[in-house]
């Protein structure tokens, strides 16, 4: 009887007991972090979410610019949660701003100081996990941008009988990446070596975090990647498939092409989901090679993640960049022409080359291009020499006088189809960053009778910041971006000297137009989202559990407020690009009036003949190759507007015919010829 009313009188304590716990800061200075130190001893070893542990958490401290802020917490065993991060603005200090367990109030929909009681930014009921909470903990308190600084003056822990509480990951209908670093921290530049496992149980079937991996189950090497997006809470990773010594190994993954290097793309800043997948689809609809990717919820040391975007790593591989391999031995002749890859982005001294030109409109800046592959490390001179010497030429030309010579000027060192589509995507997404940074171009060997392999534009990269309103007074869905001011990476001015060229800006029109008839119309594209939306919507609910920053002004900074739902947030989307494509349909450079398609065949090597030319009552076209998927053809006036359409799903046939063309009037005509994801047009004089 005794020994019954002890425990009657332990359970009695802990209904009522809670227990806080005072600590004084110190400075906050400019790219720095703070920390303030808790000594806790409380008259138990486990803390958990349903009888006793972390119930609150109030920060008092003084910054003019909060938004500069990331404050974090961390318990004895590790365990590291954010509290706050990137919200309010301008605004000033928090003062009695606490993180309580029963709040149902976002800092969104409140304004600094933030006074009161507020939902935390992450699941910080994880601390709550049957650790023993006796030893130190810590808040600390990061501050990411220059000039404001600040102090922290006190913050406090309160234990209690009503802790925080967090969700637990056990399954998905998304498949799972499962990485167990063993203790080991990931770093930047150099890969650790950790185990990796991805469940996947089929379309439609659901994935357990207790099922055995079936995609992939072995060593990898991993490391923290990007720019800005590192910066963020949910951090993107770079990983290289190895396997038991090092070395890399190909494997397929989620039924993408069996390569070694491979990226978990964070989507903290894109809370759509949408948007790279939008865009890398877009690019590949237009016939050109794009990063393929699949949503994955990520587990990372047993703790749930989020969504990320599993994707391909930008690498020459005959299922991605398809360009020849360049050994460091082939140094003279047609072998040194090719395969080469390099991009517009972030550089040294170490890694790129300056262009002999400045931009457009921006005489003096600097505009340099960095060595992408071969990597920076392993090109050797006579090939820095032959692609720089390549540029130049290139530049040269598209400067000059007689730039616009159909034989002689620009025209002879690029593929204009892959410029135009590269402008077509990245203007209809509106990316700030389209232009100057991440922005990629392959040149290939080139042929053995001498002619030029042109320089390509794309793939396309990186859409966090695109699909947005980020200056004031664009929210109507105005402006371009490939002639935006010069910043901290200054683009080259290329496109504006091509639109300078009316045959260019037409056949940009043409091409826009005509691509605004399917993939680029807004039905299908909301369709997309719609079927994005679809995949992830379980999921997302976790992910804004774990990250908390859903209707929070988090990562890149928007015009407008950020929606309150994720369903708000799909509309959001689907209602900027509405406003985005309207705007583009008036203002897209070029005319529809006798608009040249020559030069938009140039997608891969001609394995047609279309003849007569001239012709009378009918075209034939003949493929060197039978043809796996059905065959459209389509005969267009000289405006682009389409006069004859005609699918052909025979199996097997190689000759194909339109005709009953007699009556057509006399002039220019264009047969557009589309296998699978390519587009040949030819010209055609009746």
Known sequence: MKSITLVSTFLF?????????????????????????????????????????????????????????????????????ILFTNSGGGGNNLVNTCFTSNSTTLLASSSAPFSGNFIPMSQIGAVNNGQNPNGIWKITVYDGAGQDEGNVLNCSLTFGSSPFTYFKFNSSKLPIVVINTNGLPIGNDIKTVVDMGIIYNGSGSRNYLADPFTEYNGKIGIEYRGNYSLSLPQKPYSIELI????????????????????LLLANYNDKS?????????????????SVRSKHVDVVLDGEYQGIYLLAEKIKRDVNRVDIS?????????????GGYIFKVDYWDNTNSWQSNYSPIGFPGLDVHFVYYYPKPETIVLDQQTYIQNFINEFESVLYSPTFDDPNFGYRKYISTTSFIDYFIVNESARNIDGFKKSRFFS????????????????????FDWAFKDIN???????????????????????????????????????????????????PYLFAKIDSISAVVNESQEWHYLTWGHLSSPTGTPEVQAPPASYAEEVQHLKDWLTRRIQWL????????????????????????????????????????????????????????RIIRRQLFTQNGAQHFDLTDLGELTTGVYFVELILGHHKFIQKLVK
């Open 243 to 262: 396997d038991s010594i090092g070395n890399s190994i190909d494997s397929t993954i989620l039924g993408m092409p069996a390569e070694s290097d491979w």
């Open 273 to 289: 989901f949408a948007r790279n997948v939008l865009a890398n689809d877009l690019f590949h609809d237009l016939g050109h090679y």
């Open 585 to 640: 349909d008036i203002n897209m450079p070029g005319t529809l009036s006798g608009c040249s398609f020559n030069n938009l065949a140039e997608l891969s090597e001609k394995n047609y003949t279309i003849y007569p030319n001239p012709f009378a009552s009918f075209i034939a076209i003949d493929l060197e190759e039978m043809p796996s998927e059905a065959v459209e053809i389509n005969l267009l006036d000289a405006t682009g």
């Open 443 to 462: 040149k290939d060997k080139d042929n053995f009778d001498g002619s030029i392999k042109k320089l390509k534009a794309g793939p396309v990269w990186d």
């Open 13 to 81: 304590y802990f209904i009522y007991y809670s227990q806080s716990f005072t600590a004084f800061g110190d400075s906050i200075l400019d790219f720095q972090t703070s920390t303030v130190q808790f000594n806790v001893s409380l008259p138990t070893n486990t803390i958990d979410t349903t009888n006793f542990g972390l119930a609150s958490v109030c920060i008092n401290l003084n910054h003019s610019y909060l938004s500069d802020l990331t404050i974090k917490i961390s318990a004895p065993d590790g365990t590291e949660k």
């Open 325 to 337: 391999k360049l050994d460091t031995n082939e140094l003279v002749g047609n072998n040194l022409t």
């Open 472 to 522: 004031p007074g664009s929210d109507d869905g105005s402006g371009f971006i490939f002639n935006y001011p010069a910043s901290d990476v200054n683009s080259p001015g290329w496109y504006i000297r091509l639109l300078q060229d009316t045959v260019f800006a037409n056949e940009l029109r043409c091409r826009y137009e005509d691509y605004r008839r399917n993939k680029l119309s807004l």
